[in-house]
């Protein structure tokens, strides 16, 4: 039959041969017209001529690498199963490209993190042969004291920002649980970092370099001969082991205490900055609620904590006066000088043994079990100082019962002094140093983005639901000390205001930073719903409607909102106040930190006592 010359229709998927990008068809599965003038009997034969030698090594090569790219793709399916089917809201894998903001690895912003010398508490731990010795978690805190009586608190919840973590004692409220029918229904938690090395330009550092420069000089004797082959081995500013506990362990606790309200088929955007310590608590805090786990069930957001950049998590980078409009030392100096060489008089006195009836004050001890240096004020402090950093970095430091149980009063009282100063309300920029994260929060219970607000948040991250989301009910966010301290003054927390004096002991007063802000501390502020308004006498339910209330828990014992804003009713016995009301007292809050002026403004450097609102007087 003769060949027709009308032409077959293209066929779909037909591919040009030698197009201009250079491709060459190799092979082609679809259908194709019959060159005209060729037979279906030439085909055969042009089918059917034999392959050369170098045809049939390239067609076996072909099959080969095919088949070895078949073996590569079948594993990553079998070994991304179980990733796949985890449950718990397990995803199987992230975008290829993520932003900086949401990268842990590699840190760009780490700060300063050398290491220190490893622990070996096994060799250096020393106590009673005759008493069965327990690691305590794992430090060695129960070091006798002199002056220590019945019923006193151990010198380690005395120690300020620098005491390991420990609930506080509380803060004027019982705690109460939920009643009937109430559901918790959102948590925001800010944390600390855990257990640290000092940082960087630390005064301990100064003083182990004193000794050092001493060394070959340096007669100490009795408690202090262990000076004579003291070195200075601390590292700077990065955990040590005792801060991943703290962190490891909180996340186990928020773990317990929240973990339902976990949506398992979501990822949540968890908070924290650049610095090695503060990206290192976040993960191991995830590790903790999460498990090993984590990244399945949480991305980090890693906002640059440097100088300059917005960063509401470290809010005095952007608030140039929060470092130099400020007393700096100055009540802190005054009692240092008044607890460790001018003597004092405790507010609770304890019988005193003949070695502090002669000589009543650290520095005078010091320097008369010491010669070939001489002793300042501030190397002795440094030296109390160098005992809370030793025993988180080793688990033990020999510096502890160097000092009485009323010099550690006093060492607890002059870091309350430093921060009332310095980042609460006897700050000039108490308030504007926390404001941002005030901010954040009031916009994640109102549920709204943020633009520019008159403060250090960082818009480009706020403004938008992909890095700050409002369908969470849980949101994890961590911070410093310092910062924390400035949010509950941003908030209003005037509980916190009390002036406290320079140049002697009030005894027990509110702001204690110990219980506020020691390491692995937790701010958890909880949204609860009740079917009905609920007595302030938690006797039972008012006649209402659903209502909504916060609830601050500070190292998991109750912050009264009541003994701060009169609106929330002082009276409540569970601390608690109405949604709508605080959000109502809230408004207010960012006008009155000032913080334009606050960290920008020139006006004159404000001594201690000056300011007492958190704002420039």
């Not at 151990?154 to 609930?167: E, Q, V």
């Not at 301990?204 to 007669?219: D, E, L, P, W, Y």
């Not at 490891?248 to 310590?277: A, C, W």
């Not at 926390?434 to 633009?451: D, F, K, M, W």
Request: net charge negative; with cysteine; hydrophobic share 35%.
């Amino acid at each position: 039959m003769p060949t027709s010359s009308k032409p077959a229709p293209p066929s779909r998927a037909t591919h040009a041969r030698g197009d201009s990008d250079g491709y060459q068809a190799v092979h082609q599965d679809e259908e194709q017209d019959t060159p005209e003038g060729q037979g279906g009997h030439d085909m055969a034969a042009a089918i059917l001529t034999p392959q050369s030698r170098s045809e049939r090594r390239f067609r076996a090569a072909t099959y080969v690498l095919a088949v070895c790219v078949l073996i590569l793709v079948a594993s990553n399916l079998y070994l991304s199963l179980p990733f796949a089917f985890s449950g718990h809201g397990s995803r199987p894998c992230s975008p290829p490209k993520v932003p900086q903001y949401l990268q842990t690895s590699p840190e760009l912003w780490p700060g300063p993190t050398a290491t220190g010398r490893p622990a070996f508490m096994a060799q250096t731990r020393t106590f009673d042969p005759t008493a069965t010795y327990v690691p305590n978690e794992p430090l060695q805190t129960s070091i006798p004291i002199e002056g220590m009586g019945q019923g006193n608190q151990s010198i380690f919840k005395m120690m300020g920002f620098l005491s390991p973590y420990s609930p506080s004692p509380g803060f004027g409220v019982n705690e109460y649980p939920l009643p009937p029918g109430a559901d918790i229904v959102q948590v925001q938690m800010l944390s600390r970092h855990g257990s640290r090395y000092p940082t960087s330009g630390d005064e301990v550092a100064a003083f182990g370099q004193r000794i050092a420069n001493a060394s070959g000089v340096i007669t100490p004797k009795g408690p202090l001969a262990f000076l004579k082959d003291w070195k200075y081995q601390l590292g700077s500013d990065i955990l040590v082991p005792k801060g991943r506990e703290e962190l490891f362990e909180s996340g186990i606790l928020h773990s317990y205490m929240y973990g339902s309200l976990y949506n398992p088929r979501s990822k949540i955007i968890v908070r924290t900055t650049t610095q090695d310590r503060m990206l290192k608590s976040a993960e191991n805090w995830m590790a903790g609620f999460f498990g090993l786990e984590w990244t399945n069930n949480a991305t980090i957001e890693v906002i640059i904590e440097e100088n300059g950049f917005n960063n509401s998590l470290a809010g005095s980078l952007n608030c140039p006066n929060s470092r130099t409009k400020w007393s700096e030392n100055e009540a802190r100096n005054t009692w240092v000088h008044t607890y460790l060489k001018d003597g004092w008089a405790p507010a609770s006195t304890h019988a005193q043994t003949p070695r502090m009836l002669t000589l009543t004050t650290a520095t005078s001890r010091f320097q008369a079990m010491t010669e070939g240096f001489t002793w300042t004020v501030d190397d002795v402090y440094a030296a109390q100082t160098m005992c809370p950093y030793e025993t988180v970095a080793y688990g033990f430091s020999k510096f502890c019962d160097l000092f009485t149980y009323e010099e550690w009063q006093g060492f607890g009282y002059s870091i309350d002094l430093f921060f009332s100063a310095s980042n609460a309300f006897h700050s000039p920029t108490g308030r504007a140093v926390g404001i941002g994260y005030q901010q954040e929060v009031i916009a994640r219970l109102q549920n709204h983005t943020l633009g520019y607000s008159g403060s250090q948040i960082n818009v480009t991250l706020d403004s938008s639901t992909e890095t700050f989301p409002l369908n969470q009910s849980l949101y994890f966010d961590f911070s410093h000390d310092a910062n924390i301290v400035s949010v509950l003054t941003a908030f209003g927390f005037r509980q916190f205001a009390e002036e406290l004096p320079a140049a002697k002991y009030p005894g027990d007063h509110s702001f204690t930073v110990a219980h506020v802000t020691p390491f692995g501390a937790r701010l958890d502020m909880e949204i609860i719903q009740t079917p009905k308004p609920l007595s302030p006498n938690r006797d039972g339910y008012l006649s209402g409607e659903r209502t909504k209330y916060i609830h601050f828990v500070l190292n998991q014992r109750t912050l009264p909102l009541g003994k701060s804003f009169p609106e929330c009713d002082a009276s409540r016995k569970d601390g608690w106040c109405e949604l709508d009301t605080f959000l109502k007292v809230q408004e207010s809050m960012p006008a009155k930190a000032k913080f334009d002026y606050a960290c920008f403004g020139d006006y004159p450097k404000v001594s201690y006592g000056e300011a007492t609102d958190g704002v420039p007087p």
